[in-house]
Nanobody, 124 residues
Framework: QVQLVESGGGSVQAGGSLRLSCAAS????????MAWFRQAPGKEREGVAA???????IYADSVKGRFTISQDNAKNTLYLQMNSLKPEDTAMYYC??????????????????WGQGTQVTVSS
């Protein structure tokens, strides 16, 4: 089984930066796609960014140009560099992985493994 653990969340002022990490532990297979999702209070969970096994990336329009997703396969770690943060970025951020050969942010049901999340709070 695969365990995903996020870290790096915290509180930051608008315009600041954070770097989130997602470490995979236990027995793991190389995933086809890994992604970041987020959920703010009272809102539905939404896709943020994804990266496939070839390094191809996709981003939600709301974060394009500000966030960068990357991975280190040797370390089984996924990253999300978040720059120019806005209050509307405040949410619980989750990492996820899938092995079905699909790398899209919607529908999120393709992702079979999820972490517990890390909180990001951006103040104005």
């Amino acid at each position: 089984q695969v365990q995903l653990v996020e870290s790096g969340g915290g509180s930051v002022q608008a315009g600041g930066s954070l770097r989130l990490s997602c470490a995979a532990s236990g027995y793991t297979y190389s995933s086809y796609c890994m992604a970041w999702f987020r959920q703010a209070p009272g809102k539905e969970r939404e896709g943020v960014a994804a990266i496939d096994s070839d390094g191809f990336t996709i981003y939600a329009d709301s974060v394009k140009g500000r966030f960068t997703i990357s991975q280190d396969n040797a370390k089984n770690t996924l990253y999300l560099q978040m720059n120019s943060l806005k209050p509307e970025d405040t949410a619980m951020y989750y990492c996820a992985a899938e092995w079905l050969g699909v790398c899209v942010l919607s529908p999120m049901g393709f992702f079979g493994y999820w972490g517990q999340g890390t909180q990001v709070t951006v103040s104005s």
